[in-house]
Antibody
Framework: QVQLQQWGAGLLKPSETLSLTCEVY????????WSWIRQSPEKGLEWIGE???????KYNPSLKSRVTILEDGPRKQFSLKLRSLTAADTAVYYC???????????????WGPGTVVTVSS | EVVLTQSPGTLSLSPGERATLSCRAS???????LAWYQQKPGQAPRLLIY???DRAIGIPARFSGSGSGTDFTLTISRLEPEDSAVYYC??????????FGQGTKVEIK
């Protein structure tokens, strides 16, 4: 059974950089897209961006200037960096399998447990 | 960007009743790549339906999806107490950004 485990700092100050990592357990890393999604009361669920096993990325235009997603295939990990944080970036951040928009099963079928990220001075 | 609007905001029904949730897109969803998720408090969303009509693995048959183009529906045929949750639609066809609706809360009386 495929599971995602994620980790990273949860309390950050304005202007700092958020760094999160997600690892795939019990399944293949290749052949899929891997996404980061966040959820806040103000904006609801918001797709941040995606990466595939060959490192090809796509980002949400609303965040593109501040986001980098990287992959480490041998370790079956992918990571998120979000720069220049403000209070508006406070949210629960999820990693998920899915994206790409090519196949019907490109929906987000596996989710990590989520990381609560608070941006406050 | 495709904007998804869900209705109603809240649905309050009794066990055994039928729930009908609506999701309307601001433009046609490419290839009908529309998914539905269930989210309970403190948990990540769970995929119920993908490709507008196909149930994900392990999802009970009382959950069904229908629709195409800009209008989609999630139906829960006979509500169980454990179906109390927030339900989201999401489109993932064509080009990103992939977008979500604002959610419908289903309450079981």
């Amino acid at each position: 059974q495929v599971q995602l485990q994620q980790w990273g700092a949860g309390l950050l100050k304005p202007s700092e950089t958020l760094s999160l990592t997600c690892e795939v357990y019990g399944g293949s890393f290749t052949g899929y897209f891997w996404s980061w999604i966040r959820q806040s009361p103000e904006k609801g669920l918001e797709w941040i961006g995606e990466i595939n096993h060959s490192g090809s990325t796509k980002y949400n235009p609303s965040l593109k200037s501040r986001v980098t997603i990287l992959e480490d295939g041998p370790r079956k990990q992918f990571s998120l960096k979000l720069r220049s944080l403000t209070a508006a970036d406070t949210a629960v951040y999820y990693c998920a399998r899915g994206g790409g928009g090519v196949w019907p099963l490109d929906a987000f079928d596996i989710w990590g447990p989520g990381t609560v990220v608070t941006v406050s001075s | 960007e495709v904007v998804l609007t869900q209705s109603p905001g809240t649905l309050s029904l009794s066990p055994g009743e039928r729930a009908t949730l609506s999701c309307r897109a601001s433009q046609s969803v490419t290839s009908n790549y529309l998914a539905w998720y269930q989210q309970k408090p403190g948990q990540a969303p769970r995929l119920l339906i993908y490709g507008a009509t196909d149930r994900a693995i392990g999802i009970p048959a009382r959950f069904s999806g229908s629709g195409s183009g800009t209008d989609f529906t999630l139906t829960i045929s006979r509500l169980e107490p454990e179906d109390s949750a927030v339900y989201y639609c999401q489109q993932y066809g064509g080009s990103p950004p992939w977008t979500f609706g604002q959610g419908t809360k289903v309450e079981i009386k």
